[in-house]
């Protein structure tokens, strides 16, 4: 995958095979895990508000970089550099659909504007642009090189400088923004529930359980992409300053949580209470809500749970 072509280099035959089968491992759940997000988008049709489409664009991103970073590498031709490309473009597309996502939430929260949907196609241009860029500035003057399973290594210092510039760059650029974006919304928000409750607002405090479930869900996402690449992050410098040491657990570690981040962000995105509201309402019958009566009140904590994000949702 894009971000693991460089590990094979120095290591044991078995340790490439180890690599490889982690890589096809976690890059399968990630696929499935995404494919999810992208076949209940497709099939419920209450799904599809703006917020929503953005997180269905989010996990095809994952589903492609998934694919693209599981299906191996049979020959040295044509195939090794469509693996290379695709899997660089819809990885670095997938982060970037993370900070569209922060965005829109800061936009409507914080600057109370409802212009967000009039923006999906600067989103696009955005999104699909940028990764062109950095997929393209990434080959020019690389030497690729095709090494057992894996596509795109560059062996020398200049390949490796680029590959951190066009990839983890970017990639640290959009944690750094989505941190710092989530974290003014989320004071803001705080700051709001502060005030109902010093005005004794109990309609207000009476939604806070679910307000800050949310607030802290919210919480969550920059985590998502520092764990899914802080250890690729750290082998890439130790790759740079230490070209003929490999370590294998470094690279392991690697491999495995950066090829997981299409299941990480289906689960932290995906699976809200919309969706699963939807999944019940499609596939749980009536009549079986009568054999388990549990199953309406925990329907009822599903809505409740999102209450932050349709209120949201309904300012547009």
């Given amino acids: 995958m894009a971000a693991?072509?460089?590990?094979?280099?120095?290591?044991?035959?078995?340790?490439?095979?180890?690599?490889?089968?982690?890589?096809?491992?976690?890059?399968?759940?990630?696929f499935v895990g995404s494919g999810f997000?992208?076949?209940?988008?497709?099939?419920?049709?209450?799904?599809?508000?703006?917020?929503?489409?953005?997180?269905?664009?989010?996990?095809?991103?994952?589903?492609?970089?998934?694919f693209f970073s599981m299906v191996g590498d049979p020959s040295r031709g044509f195939f090794?550099?469509?693996?290379?490309?695709?899997?660089?473009f819809f990885c670095v597309a997938s982060f970037l659909w993370t900070t569209t996502i922060a965005f829109t939430l800061h936009r409507t929260v914080v600057r109370h504007k409802t212009d967000v949907e009039?923006?999906?196609?600067m989103f696009h241009l955005y999104v699909w642009g940028t990764s062109l860029v950095m997929t393209v500035v990434r080959s020019i003057g690389n030497n690729h090189s095709h090494l057992g399973t894996w596509c795109w290594s560059q062996s020398g210092r200049t390949g490796k400088a680029v590959h951190f510039i066009t990839f983890y760059m970017p990639l640290w650029g959009a944690i750094l923004y989505n941190g710092f974006t989530y974290f003014q919304v989320i004071s803001m928000l705080k700051n709001a529930?502060?005030?109902?409750?010093?005005?004794?607002?109990?309609?207000?405090?009476?939604?806070?359980?679910?307000?800050?479930?949310?607030?802290?869900?919210?919480?969550?996402?920059?985590?998502?992409?520092?764990?899914?690449?802080?250890?690729?992050?750290i082998n890439r410098i130790h790759d740079f300053i230490e070209?003929?040491?490999k370590i294998f657990w470094l690279s392991l570690l690697d491999v495995g949580t950066s090829a997981l981040m299409g299941?990480?962000?289906?689960?932290?995105?995906?699976?809200?209470?919309?969706?699963r509201r939807a999944i019940y309402e499609r596939?749980?019958?009536?009549?079986?809500?009568?054999?388990?009566?549990?199953?309406?009140?925990f329907r009822n904590q599903q809505q409740e749970s999102e209450l932050v994000a349709l209120k949201i949702e309904d300012q547009h």
């Avoid at 120095?10 to 095979?17: A, K, S, V």
């Avoid at 009039?118 to 196609?121: G, I, L, N, R």
């Avoid at 479930?213 to 690449?229: E, S």
Wanted: charged fraction near 15%; charge should be positive; proline fraction near 3%.
């Fill in 37 to 66: 997000i992208v076949l209940c988008y497709v099939l419920f049709k209450e799904l599809r508000k703006f917020s929503f489409k953005l997180v269905f664009y989010l996990a095809l991103s994952d589903m492609l970089c998934s």
């Fill in 283 to 297: 596939f749980w019958p009536d009549r079986l809500q009568r054999w388990f009566p549990n199953s309406s009140r």
């Fill in 193 to 233: 529930r502060r005030m109902a409750v010093g005005m004794s607002d109990r309609a207000y405090q009476s939604d806070g359980r679910a307000e800050m479930k949310a607030l802290n869900r919210w919480g969550y996402y920059p985590l998502i992409l520092i764990g899914a690449w802080a250890f690729g992050t």
């Fill in 263 to 275: 299941l990480f962000n289906s689960i932290a995105y995906g699976l809200n209470s919309s969706v």
């Fill in 80 to 88: 090794c550099y469509s693996h290379g490309y695709s899997t660089h």
């Fill in 4 to 30: 693991t072509g460089q590990v094979a280099g120095g290591l044991t035959e078995y340790d490439r095979q180890v690599l490889t089968a982690v890589n096809a491992g976690a890059a399968s759940l990630s």
């Fill in 243 to 245: 070209p003929g040491h």
């Fill in 118 to 121: 009039d923006m999906e196609a």
